[in-house]
């Protein structure tokens, strides 16, 4: 039997009694587990008489296995059976007597109620697309740059050249100074080839640890293409005009999906922002893991681990601030995806067959999968969330056409 003793907002106090017979029957399923597994001297395995075993383990270490696994057997059936969804919980009092049922009070953060503003009165303050011809000329030095060849050149190194070297190990590799780490940029700025240079070698704190000779074999700079008529046509445009319209229209749609994806951030920070809910800690406890496993990755693909990271935080004085950021962060993440979720609930859209087949298409494709593979993968539950987050986004994009 379960009951709700008190209810505090996301809080929920949770009393359940187990029937004396019940926790006899779990006390000996647990013994007869245990005997199968227990040594015993003078028996063979799983054959000891369960007084024995008894005896050998100890009542009282039997019983807190008991406790235990009565909590585990009898939890989720209580909360189910009050209508809770709860996200974390924990055990605050227990009594198990002999002879007599077992009863525990436990303390459930359950999901948050929600309240959404009234978000169809909301105006939102996104500027709509607009396309230069400074962003047209803009984007067409970038077509330059993007096919741009590296002509040797016989000179000192500029801040855009690039440089091929060789190490005292013999090995040869490119060098772009626009990109490379600044101790290796001004150690090699100014140089020409045949020059030889000491480049340093820092550590996680930027401290020199050694330094490598380096010979400049070659520097090359580039060479960018005329815009002219012939450079249109390597482009597959019939003229120079045809190809700065085709730029325009580029533009145009960038800055179309720039703009659309830009009022769906400033609605949902928005709804967001006006949701009232109060949000467990656990939520926001597990949406800051989240966020540090995903930092995390993204220094191991840099070559630094995620320690380093905060411990040089520390020395600067920083740890703090990325602290709160990250708490500020989870918080904001945790409420949009609260938002998302009770705003699906009042539109309620359906998704199509058809719609659900080439959203599945395109998250494959983003993956780098087939959709058999991506479903194999994702299994059901994964697959039932994808499901959600589509009819969560058409529930947006349904309350962006409200807002017109």
Do not use: C
């Not at 140089?191 to 550590?203: C, E, F, I």
């Not at 010979?215 to 597959?236: G, H, N, Q, R, S």
């Not at 995390?296 to 905060?310: K, M, T, V």
């Amino acid at each position: 039997m379960a009951e709700i003793l008190e209810r505090s907002g996301y809080l929920v106090n949770v009393r359940v009694e187990v029937p004396a017979d019940r926790v006899k029957a779990s006390y000996e399923a647990l013994l007869k587990d245990l005997a199968s597994r227990v040594r015993v001297p003078g028996f063979r395995p799983g054959k000891a008489p369960l007084k024995v075993v008894e005896a050998r383990l100890g009542r009282e270490a039997l019983l807190q296995d008991l406790k235990e696994r009565l909590v585990e057997e009898t939890y989720p059936e209580a909360v189910r059976e009050l209508g809770l969804s709860p996200v974390a919980a924990r055990v605050v009092e227990q009594d198990l007597s002999e002879g007599e049922g077992f009863r525990y009070v436990a303390e459930v953060e359950n999901y948050p109620e929600v309240r959404l503003p009234d978000w169809r009165s909301f105006a939102l303050e996104v500027s709509p697309p607009e396309v230069t011809e400074e962003m047209v000329e803009k984007a067409l030095e970038e077509l330059r740059q993007r096919y741009a060849e590296l002509v040797p050149v016989e000179r000192e190194a500029q801040e855009k050249d690039h440089l091929f070297v060789r190490t005292e190990e013999g090995a040869e590799f490119p060098i772009d100074l626009a990109k490379a780490l600044p101790h290796v940029r001004e150690a090699l700025l100014g140089k020409k080839a045949g020059d030889v240079v000491m480049v340093p070698v820092l550590n996680d704190k930027g401290e020199k640890v050694r330094e490598v000779r380096t010979e400049v074999l070659e520097v090359k700079t580039l060479k960018l293409p005329e815009l002219d008529e012939e450079f249109a046509k390597t482009l597959e445009a019939e003229s120079l005009e045809d190809l700065k319209n085709r730029v325009r229209e580029s533009l145009k749609r960038q800055a179309e999906r720039a703009y659309e994806e830009a009022r769906e951030r400033a609605f949902l920070e928005k709804l967001a922002e006006g949701l009232e809910v109060e949000i467990p800690p656990s939520m926001l406890r597990a949406e800051e893991r989240h966020l540090l496993e995903h930092l995390a990755e993204d220094l191991y693909r840099q070559g630094i681990s995620l320690e380093a990271y905060l411990e040089a935080l520390k020395v600067k004085g920083e740890l703090e601030k990325f602290q709160e950021d990250l708490r500020k962060e989870a918080e904001k993440r945790v409420r949009i995806a609260l938002a998302r979720e009770k705003l699906a609930e009042e539109l309620n859209p359906e998704v199509s067959e058809e719609e659900w087949q080439a959203y599945l298409q395109a998250a494959a494709r983003a993956y780098g999968v087939s959709v058999q593979d991506l479903r194999r993968q994702f299994g059901e539950e994964g697959l039932a969330r994808l499901k959600e987050r589509l009819r969560q986004d058409k529930a947006v994009q349904e309350a962006l056409k409200v807002l017109g």
